[in-house]
């Protein structure tokens, strides 16, 4: 059974920093996507940043310079490094990773707080 699961998320002053983990397990598949996706209240859920598997990172227009996107193999977790957050940033975080099987999964998702 494929895990994901997250953490790191809390409330955070306008400027800060915040680095959200996602740890997988369960798969004995090798990863082809995986990604951070945000949604707001009343919002829909948006892609925040993925690397396809072999790529480069890519980045919302939003978060360009500020977020950074990186995984650790040995420690099967993905990282999000979240620097100057601003209150639109606030939202509840979701990873998300997409095996070569095809086959997707979600994590449990984070509440990411940005005070002004």
Known sequence: QVQLVESGGGLVQ???????S???SGSIFSIN???WYRQAPGKQRELVANIISG???NYADSVKG???IS??????TMYLQMNSLKPEDAAVYYCNVIYTTG???????TQVTVSS
């Open 14 to 20: 306008a400027g800060g920093s915040l680095r959200l």
């Open 22 to 24: 996602c740890a997988d």
């Open 33 to 35: 996507t995986m990604g």
């Open 55 to 57: 790529g480069s990172a």
């Open 66 to 68: 500020r977020f950074t």
């Open 71 to 76: 995984r650790d193999s040995a420690k099967n």
């Open 103 to 109: 086959r997707g999964y979600w994590g449990q998702g």
